[in-house]
């Protein structure tokens, strides 16, 4: 029997694209979300991660509440065992961490209590798409002294079962030096407050895999993430959780095909989860941005923009209950 994985979906239909914008249609329908979630998780008491992201720039007023903005009041859904998985995006051009570690307690204030994992970033290594937090300065000391002030903020309030950490895409060659940088800077204070590393990964999306290939793809991308990039930086004792993955339909990307990638992907992470420290799984994303767009980032859903199911949602259900 493979190791039990926590699994979970982002249900917005918003997502960012390699330009620095946002593909977006129609809004989101919550009795739909409510709805998908509820087939997704299978039955209530079975743990399950609700994907959100919100962000800090500097107009970010601080103080007040914070909306989660993709999806909307994702607090919503953390009911009947449902769980927030919260990213804290950085986008601060100038540099505040002060401002941003604020916000970050100011987070732990507000979801706390309903939230699971708490995100601190969004792929920090990345620094030619504006969207994402790389481009931002001080992004590294933003993650170290992020990861301090959730803890502290945690245990004051008591949400001891509240995890934190952080993601970044795979790292191949000189950009796998990113981890060892954060834990020269972080020091042993900062991996000693880490709960989890996340990785979000998007294989035969950006680059073809030829499909009897994608199973040793996942495998090998998975592997050399855990022994040569956290390994080395210290962090190879740290769970490892897949954040982000999925694959769009489209011209010549057809839904069948995205069922068998999502039944691979997750096949292999299952198996692979006792041995290398995989502790579960998000899919990205529950719905379609906008399924009458052709390009690549308004389709990456498990259902259609009207929540009609494809293929894959159907797969990736029958995965949870067998592995969740």
């Not at 950490?165 to 954060?182: K, R, W």
């Not at 020091?187 to 950006?206: I, Q, T």
């Not at 956290?230 to 694959?247: K, N, Q, S």
């Not at 949602?313 to 592995?323: E, G, K, M, S, T």
């Amino acid at each position: 029997m493979s190791q039990r994985l926590l699994f979970g979906v982002y249900p917005g239909g918003v997502t960012g694209d390699d330009s620095g914008g946002l593909a977006s249609g129609p809004p989101d329908d919550p009795e739909r979300v409510v709805e998908a979630l509820d087939l997704l998780q299978g039955r209530p008491e079975r743990p399950f991660l609700v994907r959100a992201y919100t962000a800090f720039d500097d107009s970010t007023g601080l103080g007040g509440p914070h909306a989660t903005a993709a999806p909307e009041d994702t607090a919503r859904y953390a009911v009947r065992g449902r769980r927030l998985d919260l990213v804290a995006q950085y986008r601060s051009a100038a540099g505040d961490v002060d401002g941003y570690c604020q916000f970050l307690r100011e987070l732990v204030d507000q979801y706390g209590s309903v939230t699971s994992t708490l995100q601190v970033t969004k792929e920090p290594n990345e620094t030619t798409n504006p969207v994402l937090d790389g481009c931002h300065p001080s992004v590294r000391e933003a993650i170290v002294r992020g990861i301090a002030a959730v803890k502290e903020r945690a245990r004051k309030l008591g949400y001891d079962e509240l995890r934190v950490g952080f993601n970044t895409t795979p790292l191949f060659g000189p950009s796998a030096s990113f981890m060892a940088q954060l834990t020269t800077l972080g020091g042993p204070a900062f991996v000693g407050e880490l709960d989890y590393v996340g990785l979000d990964f998007f294989p035969d999306v950006f680059r073809p895999v030829a499909g009897p290939e994608l199973p040793s793809a996942v495998e090998g991308l998975l592997r050399h993430h855990r022994d040569a990039v956290l390994a080395p930086a210290g962090l190879g004792h740290l769970p490892l959780h897949i954040t982000e993955h999925g694959w769009p339909t489209g011209e010549e990307r057809p839904p069948h095909r995205q069922a068998e990638v999502v039944d691979t992907v997750v096949r292999a992470v299952a198996e692979l989860a006792e041995e290398l420290r995989l502790s579960g799984y998000t899919h990205f994303a529950l719905r379609d941005a906008d399924s009458s767009r052709p390009g690549l980032f308004h389709r990456f859903g498990l259902t259609t923009d009207d929540y009609t199911p494809k293929p894959a949602f159907d797969a990736y259900r029958a995965l949870i209950d067998r592995h969740g």
